[in-house]
């Protein structure tokens, strides 16, 4: 086994849509590389929200570099101005980028992590360390050695709990079979599951709202479907959003569309209810209470956001924020409560950084608990990273965010339209603050003032903090 430092390659953890960026970097600066990734297909987490519309159009969801990659292989990209769903972001974009000649021998399918560490080091032992290669062991036992390691695994695979407290509530674990996580095919693949049945969704963020919506659609179609939104918070307004106001228009109209469901009757709110307990009926339903209240439904969907898992580095030296777990040093830039995705600033390889040098973790996984990410903002930490990694520090700590003053410039979107236009826009009167950074870029603009958790939550028994429901991505895309 060859363990000389310079020899060896930069592994990248997952094959999602930053992995793969980084992929592509790695490739453009001739570093060698290798992408390990647990699903048998790229973009596995990805595909599994396929029937979803993005609210960003193709222009913001693809990575330069990678682009430049696919358009030299024949590759004719889709039109910038359309919103892209998930399944076509993988079918037209993420897919063929992985069958690239370039990258597809470095990416090794089925190949899951299970722990990052120093070849023949804990994290106790410092002489040395800097020049000793990661030992990365994959569940087969199969060990492989780095140079660098790119941890771009994303969170999907760990979800937030119904528990308002950050931890299950009573009973959760006992009635998994009626839980489904963030974004069910609620129209497609799911619908059985919630045809005809009393539905409850837990949460208040996009994917909370994407729900809602294809659930409402459902129950004009299937006599006997029923809808009921709880959320922790006293108003419903943080789960709105901008509406009109947003830079985002096609998230904007999200949460007009539920507003609209909520006051027509057609989805029933139920505001100040921190899931508290979940019990079994004997007619095979579930009682959701928040101690005081009970709702009895037929099926859950727990929108409550994700929550990274750094298991697999706990042998590494990180340092990491201990509210967001992030790092310390980006931990200000995203708290949710003092940020909304407009104010997040643009932020590269030092804001990543951990006292274990070589690692990092990318993509959405760097935000922790936050929600703010999104996707262009990983592919330019992407750029960074990798710019470090080659030593060309100068262009590493050049991070920009190039986007409109106001934000994501696309159109007066309409239910089942996934075209943008100027009209209705964002690239007029701004909306929101869009002063640049002192790092030279911008974020991007909700077109709602403060953080995400500036709508105050209802005390129940002791004081709660921010939970599950922040964890949601108002801004992911």
């Keep these: 086994m060859n363990d ?18 980084a992929a592509a970097h790695l490739h453009q600066r001739g570093l060698p590389f290798t992408v390990l990734e647990a699903a048998d297909s790229p973009a596995a987490a990805v595909a599994q929200w396929g029937h979803v519309r993005l609210f960003s159009p193709w222009r913001y969801n693809v990575d330069q570099t990678a682009a430049a990659l696919l358009r030299d292989a024949g590759w004719v990209g889709p039109d910038p101005e359309v919103l892209p769903t998930g399944g076509d972001l993988v079918a037209d974009y993420l897919r063929p980028l992985a069958d690239l000649p370039a990258l597809k021998p470095n990416i090794r399918y089925r190949a899951r992590v299970v722990a990052v560490t120093r070849l023949g080091l804990d994290r106790l032992r410092t002489t040395g360390r800097d020049t000793t290669p990661f030992l990365i062991r994959l569940a087969s036992g199969k060990d492989v050695l780095a140079r660098a390691v790119i941890d771009a695994s994303g969170t999907w695979q760990t979800p937030n709990v119904l528990g308002a407290a950050g931890i299950p509530a009573h009973g959760e674990t006992t009635v998994t079979d009626v839980i489904s996580h963030a974004l069910p095919d609620v129209l497609g693949a799911h619908r059985d599951q919630f045809a005809g049945k009393r539905a409850l969704v837990v949460g208040a963020g996009h994917s909370a709202a994407n729900t809602l919506l294809a659930l409402a659609e459902l129950a004009e179609q299937a ?255």
Excluded at 5 to 20: K, Q, R, T
Excluded at 237 to 256: H, I, K, M, N, S
Excluded at 336 to 362: K, M, R, W
Excluded at 410 to 422: F, K, V
């Design 4 to 21: 000389r430092l310079e020899d060896l390659p930069v592994v990248v953890i997952g094959a999602g849509p930053v992995g793969l960026a």
């Design 223 to 477: 006599p006997g479907t029923t809808v009921s939104w709880a959320i922790r918070a006293a108003s419903p307004a943080r789960a709105y959003g901008g509406e009109t106001a947003d830079a985002l228009p096609a998230r904007g109209a999200l949460g007009t569309r539920l507003r609209e469901h909520v006051e027509a009757g057609r989805i029933e709110l139920i505001t100040g209810f921190p899931v508290q307990q979940l019990a079994p009926t004997p007619e095979g339903a579930v009682a959701v209470s928040d101690g005081t209240r009970t709702i009895v439904v037929d099926r859950i969907v727990s929108a409550t956001g994700f929550r990274p898992d750094h298991s697999i580095a706990s042998e590494l030296r990180l340092d990491l924020d201990p509210i967001m777990g992030s790092t310390r040093a980006l931990a200000p830039l995203i708290d949710p409560n003092q940020h909304s995705c407009g104010t997040v600033p643009p932020h590269g390889v030092d804001e990543l950084s951990h006292p274990e040098p070589g690692f990092y973790a990318i993509g959405v996984k760097s935000y922790g608990r936050a929600p703010t990410f999104l996707m262009a903002t990983g592919y330019e930490q992407a750029r960074s990273v990798v710019a470090a990694l080659a030593g060309d520090w100068t262009v590493a700590r050049d991070v920009q965010l190039d986007l409109p003053e106001t934000g994501v410039c696309n159109s007066n979107p309409i239910l089942n339209d996934n075209t943008t236009t100027s009209d209705g826009g964002c690239c007029g009167t701004p909306t929101a603050d869009t002063t640049p950074t002192s790092r030279g870029g911008r974020g991007l603009a909700t077109g709602i003032s403060g953080g995400v958790l500036a709508a105050s939550l209802p005390l129940v028994g002791a004081s709660t903090s921010p939970g599950s429901e922040s964890a949601n991505g108002c801004c992911a895309s």
